[in-house]
């Protein structure tokens, strides 16, 4: 974060007489130009992050930020997807379990997981290519994302994603970025 802040006040520099201005100095520079507003020098700030062990699900509504953001998931289609954990929303009580009318039986959230990936292992070992074998693993299924925010992009997803409307695995996302990006945002 702190050579992003030099580099975003190196630009701003250009507006100034700083000349040969220290590290210090342009980051001080760049948080004025934050806190007044003047976001242009922004522009040039990336901050990059890898997130790891999130639903397909959070995933999905995090690549559909298209401001500011560059984005390289884990494919599916590539790599055997690694079924060891999964996303449970604190909604599921494991114990609770849920009539399924077509199979007659009851099955829990877990017994749902487990079985989409004994199918997804099943189907590889039968020779279903990785492309189609990954359509039975549920969205909860566990993936890995990096993402590039520019600023203006980062204080979008942050704005959207934090609200307590959020879905709450995305919202917990949008905490950790914006708890690591804390001390120069002024969102």
């Known amino acids: 974060i702190a050579r992003e802040l030099e580099i975003a006040g190196w630009l701003a520099s250009a507006s100034t007489d700083l000349k040969n201005a220290s590290p210090a100095k342009l980051s001080s520079v ?4 934050i806190e007044s507003g003047h976001n242009t020098v922004t522009r040039s700030m990336r901050f990059n992050f890898e997130i790891a062990e999130i639903s397909r699900n959070c995933a999905n509504q ?17 790599c055997i997807v690694d079924t060891a954990s999964h996303y449970t929303p604190a909604s599921y009580n494991k114990n609770q379990s849920f009539y399924i ?6 099955l829990t959230y877990e017994q749902f997981m487990q079985i989409s990936k004994e199918m997804y292992f099943a189907s590889l070992q039968k020779g279903v290519p990785m492309e189609d074998a ?8 566990h993936t890995k994302i990096n993402v590039s925010f520019n600023w203006e992009g980062l204080t979008n997803f942050c704005q959207e994603r934090r609200c307590k409307r959020a879905q709450t695995e995305i919202r917990k996302v949008a905490n950790t970025i914006y708890a690591q990006v804390e001390d ?3 969102f």
């Open 62 to 78: 995090l690549v559909r930020h298209e401001l500011g953001l560059a984005k390289c998931q884990q494919s599916q289609r590539y």
């Open 184 to 186: 120069v945002s002024h």
């Open 101 to 106: 009318p077509t199979l007659d039986l009851f």
């Open 134 to 141: 990954r359509m039975v693993l549920a969205g909860a299924s």
């Open 30 to 33: 760049a948080k004025h130009c």
